[in-house]
Structure formats: structure tokens, C-alpha cells
């Protein structure tokens, strides 16, 4: 008797499964004694995505062969989900700072407001820009931060 296991992925996280040169899909074969082989999706039979194939003669090593693959697939999305919040970070940061010049724009006219300081880094830059003046006459309000 052969048992099968179907484990479907997305995106290029097939690649730390198979490895450099399909090493690692070869090292988890020769562990398990499963074989193991990428799928593409086929919608026709309900699979929309592409999938991984275990089979194996015994159901504990088809079980071992799956969860050692679903571990490598969750490592390699987690790695992707903290590279995607990194560069979410620095797209927010920035959106911050285009947008506080979009506002002193409309509000001088012209981007006067932003100042660059060079004292304290050369490779930094620190932007300062007035928020306007405020309605109840007081001083004009400064924020300052790094420019991304």
C-alpha cells in the first residue's frame, strides 16, 4: 500500500524545499524514504495552486516527510513576512514625511517650511517642517525627524 500526501504552497517558497540543485527535496527522500515532487496548480482537479507530492510505503514517514516540508515552507514565509514589514516600515515612514511636505506646501505655498540640519550627522539628514500657523495665534509647530 501507498499513502499520498498533498501539501499545497504559494509563491517561490517551493524553493526552500527543493534546495540548491533539488539538494534538499534529496535529503528529505532519502530520510523518509518518501518520494517527493512538485506539482503546478491544475484547476480542472481542484487544485489551484501548485503542491507538494508525498508518497511513501509507510503513513509515519509520509507524516514525518510532510511536516519536515510544512516547517520549511513556514520558515520561508515567516523570513518573507518580516522582509515585507521592514520595507512596509520604511514606505510608511517615508509616505509620513512626503506627506507633512504635501501639508506645509498647501499651507506656505511652497516648501519654505522644510529645513535640512547637517550638524549632527553627514549622513543623516533632519527635516524640519512647520506644521503652519495655528489658529489661536500661538508659535508655529515644528516636527522633526530623520529623512528616510
Excluded at 517558497?13 to 523518509?32: A, C, D, F, P, Y
Excluded at 511652497?110 to 543623516?124: P, Y
Aim: net charge negative; charged share 30%.
Amino acid at each position: 500500500m501507498t499513502y499520498t500526501e498533498l501539501i499545497p504552497f504559494v509563491g517561490r517558497h517551493s524553493s526552500i524545499v527543493i534546495g540548491k540543485g533539488g539538494n534538499t527535496i534529496k535529503q528529505l527522500m532519502r530520510e523518509t524514504g518518501c518520494f517527493i515532487k512538485a506539482e503546478k496548480p491544475n484547476a480542472s482537479e481542484g487544485r489551484p495552486l501548485p503542491f507538494f507530492v508525498v508518497e511513501g510505503p509507510h503513513e509515519k514517514a509520509v507524516n514525518q516527510a510532510t511536516i519536515r516540508i510544512q516547517r520549511l515552507l513556514m520558515n520561508s514565509m515567516i523570513r518573507n513576512e518580516k522582509k515585507y514589514n521592514e520595507e512596509n516600515r520604511e514606505l510608511s515612514e517615508r509616505n509620513q514625511f512626503l506627506e507633512l511636505k504635501i501639508a506645509d506646501i498647501e499651507e506656505n505655498g511652497s516648501d519654505i517650511g522644510a529645513e535640512t540640519d547637517d550638524s549632527d550627522s553627514e549622513d543623516e539628514d533632519e527635516i524640519k517642517v512647520s506644521m503652519g500657523p495655528p489658529s489661536n495665534g500661538k508659535q508655529k509647530k515644528h516636527v522633526r525627524f530623520k529623512n528616510p
